[in-house]
């Protein structure tokens, strides 16, 4: 059988009624808000920081992802900051002393066309230059990796090899969650859910704290962290910032024995799978065309998702839907994420991580938590700011984010 | 899925139709007078409004036009559709959702 959860206690953290005052604010108690609020707390010594979420912890896309996680992007920029996240991941779980099942179980990025062919080998020598373990693999050494995927020419969009990435893998996203908080709630850091920044306090240019369903909470310094909604958060204060908030949908199956060993992903025919702890196919596709905030996308995304899957892996035919869901999520034109100081003064934002965030979280909260507490990037998150968008330094990932997760 | 109604055609399945983003957003008259910030502001910057949205959308199968839509995106229901048009559907202005951060 596929492995059990382990067991948990009733409650990880305090909830506590907020403060009137802190050195950090950060609004959003997602995976980013959350690691944001642990690197501060445990490698900066600013401990007396408050989380504060609109609904409650982990409740947006953190946990409502696929859980993929890998560093194989394009250009040096994103490898840089994906390649210190995954090996953030591999240390988390000693560091937090909390096994969250994370599982280096490899990812194949499938090719189905000449130009993916091209993408893909050029991506794997630009991995490879910068350190990212990647290989590329012909239609017999993907059944190798993954010998239920069908590999025949007789379907719409053979496979043509595949690009893999060995310490890829997956983890537990809502046990993460909860690592985190655990830990930042033992450091000090008030978690605070239920509770939805309505505006800010600014002296001139320089925020000086929030509003909040919960009162007014003055800040030092306050760090965006809230994905889908960044725009609206950061409009409160006077600051635009170059998002599209699109539903991005995703689906389980019923429980299966171990059948799948490893993640598969394709943007060419839009669709990721992989199998999860518990034994259920976890399946996503690419986001929902129009602008939306409802958490719930079109069913003929997920028809077109299915087909695919059941074209590529022909004994998924069989299995049933068991569940579908949708998140909102924040993306930018360039496909990759700000992490950045904002034109407000002690005003942080960190945003546009799309479809693909849940892989970038340690890093994400890594860099915030440096850019917040030296009011200056990290040097991994200097090409991500605001202001890439006016020098025209964008870092386009679409070849390696656009649809994938 | 959508039930969207083509101005043209009538009300047609989502799947006929392909998205255009934020409606009356022109291209600048004199693009040489826009500093960097302003050029960034009308290439990358969008509304992205939660509620009312007025949008493009164009009927790919069928009629093949472009047409503007007032569509609410939380609850995705189109409020009103026109035809391409200098005016922003609706009689909602568009730059009524318009914030001047100070972003520069
Ligand atoms: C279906 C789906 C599949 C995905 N698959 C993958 C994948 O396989 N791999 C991968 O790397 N990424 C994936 N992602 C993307 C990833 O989940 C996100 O990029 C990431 O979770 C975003 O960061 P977060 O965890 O902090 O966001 P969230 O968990 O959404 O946190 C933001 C929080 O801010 C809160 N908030 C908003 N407004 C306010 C306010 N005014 N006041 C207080 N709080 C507020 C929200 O309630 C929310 O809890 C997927 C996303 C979705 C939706
Ligand atoms: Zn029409």
Same mark, same amino acid.
């Given at each position: ?8 206690p009733?409650f990880?953290w305090r909830?506590?009624e907020?403060?009137?005052?802190y ?9 980013h808000?959350?690691?944001t609020?642990y ?5 900066h010594?600013?401990t007396n ?6 609904g409650?912890?982990a409740g ?6 696929t ?6 992007? #394009?250009?040096d ?5 994906y ?8 240390q988390l779980?000693?560091? #937090?002393?909390?096994d969250?099942l994370?599982?280096q ?12 062919v091209?993408?893909?080998r050029r991506r ?5 230059l910068n350190?990212v373990?990647?290989e590329?693999l012909s239609?017999?050494?993907v059944q190798?990796? =993954?010998p239920?995927i ?18 890829a893998?997956?983890a537990?996203?809502d ?5 985190l908080?655990?830990? =930042?709630d033992?450091l ?6 239920? =509770?939805?920044?309505?505006?800010f *306090? ?13 009162g ?11 994905a889908g909604?960044?725009?609206q958060?950061a ?8 998002i ?6 995703? *689906?389980?199956?019923e ?6 060993p490893?993640?598969?992903?394709s ?19 690419g986001?929902?065309?129009?602008v ?6 079109g069913?003929?995304v ?6 695919a899957?059941?074209?590529?892996f022909p ?7 068991l569940?579908?869901?949708g998140?909102v999520?924040?993306?930018?034109l360039?496909?990759?994420p700000?992490i ?10 960190? =945003?546009?991580?799309?479809?693909g965030?849940?892989?970038?979280t ?5 860099t915030?938590?440096h850019?917040i507490?030296?009011?200056?990037p990290h040097? *991994?998150?200097v090409?991500f700011?605001?202001e ?8 386009d ?6 649809v994938?997760h | ?7 043209h055609c009538?009300?047609?399945?989502e799947?006929?139709?392909a ?8 291209h600048?008259?004199d ?10 502001r ?5 509304e992205?409004?939660k ?5 493009r959308?164009?009927?790919s ?12 995106t939380?609850t995705?229901?189109v409020q009103s ?8 559907p609706?009689?909602?202005p ?10 520069a």
């Amino acid at each position: 059988m596929a492995v059990p959860p382990p067991e948990h206690p009733d409650f990880l953290w305090r909830n506590p009624e907020p403060k009137s005052s802190y050195d950090v604010v950060i609004v959003g108690g997602g995976g980013h808000g959350l690691t944001t609020a642990y690197y501060l707390a445990a490698h900066h010594g600013i401990t007396n920081v408050a989380v504060v979420e609109r609904g409650w912890l982990a409740g947006g896309n953190m946990a409502r992802n696929t859980a993929i996680i890998r560093s194989n992007y #394009l250009w040096d920029e994103s490898a840089a900051i994906y390649e210190q996240s995954l090996k953030l991941w591999e240390q988390l779980p000693e560091e #937090l002393d909390y096994d969250f099942l994370f599982s280096q179980r490899g990812v194949l990025n499938l090719a189905h066309t000449l130009g993916d062919v091209r993408e893909s080998r050029r991506r794997v020598e630009a991995n490879r230059l910068n350190g990212v373990d990647a290989e590329w693999l012909s239609p017999e050494e993907v059944q190798d990796v =993954c010998p239920i995927i069908n590999t025949g020419d007789d379907i719409r969009y053979p496979i043509m090899g595949a690009t893999y990435q060995p310490r890829a893998g997956i983890a537990k996203h809502d046990h993460v969650a909860w690592a985190l908080a655990r830990r =930042c709630d033992e450091l000090g850091v008030d978690l605070i859910q239920n =509770c939805e920044v309505t505006g800010f *306090l600014k002296d001139g240019n320089r925020v000086v704290g929030v509003e909040t369903t919960q009162g007014r909470i003055h800040a030092g310094k306050v760090g965006l962290a809230a994905a889908g909604h960044s725009s609206q958060v950061a409009e409160m204060a006077g600051v635009r910032l170059p998002i599209q908030s699109h539903p991005l949908q995703a *689906l389980v199956s019923e429980l299966f024995e171990p059948v799948h060993p490893t993640v598969v992903m394709s943007n060419h025919v839009h669709v990721y799978v992989s199998q999860a702890h518990k034994g259920e196919l976890v399946l996503g596709a690419g986001i929902d065309q129009y602008v939306g905030y409802g958490q719930r996308g079109g069913f003929h995304v997920i028809e077109d998702q299915m087909a695919a899957a059941v074209e590529l892996f022909p004994m998924f035919g069989r299995a049933h839907v068991l569940r579908t869901w949708g998140g909102v999520v924040d993306t930018t034109l360039d496909a990759s994420p700000i992490i950045s100081k904002t034109p407000v003064d002690q005003l942080y934002v960190n =945003c546009g991580w799309g479809t693909g965030g849940f892989k970038g979280t340690p890093a994400s909260g890594m860099t915030f938590a440096h850019t917040i507490a030296h009011d200056e990037p990290h040097p *991994l998150n200097v090409p991500f700011s605001l202001e890439r968008f006016e020098t025209g330094f964008l870092i386009d990932e679409h070849g390696a984010a656009g649809v994938a997760h | 899925m959508m039930l969207i109604p083509c101005p043209h055609c009538g009300p047609r399945n989502e799947t006929e139709f392909a998205y255009g983003g934020q409606a009356h957003v022109s291209h600048p008259e004199d693009p040489h007078a826009l500093d960097d910030a302003a050029w960034a502001r009308y290439l990358f910057y969008r509304e992205n409004p939660k509620g009312l949205f007025a949008e493009r959308w164009v009927h790919s199968a069928g009629c093949r036009r472009w047409f503007n839509a007032v569509r609410n995106t939380v609850t995705y229901e189109v409020q009103s559709v026109e035809p391409i048009g200098p005016r922003p559907p609706g009689g909602r202005p568009a730059e009524s959702t318009t914030s001047e951060g100070g972003h520069a």
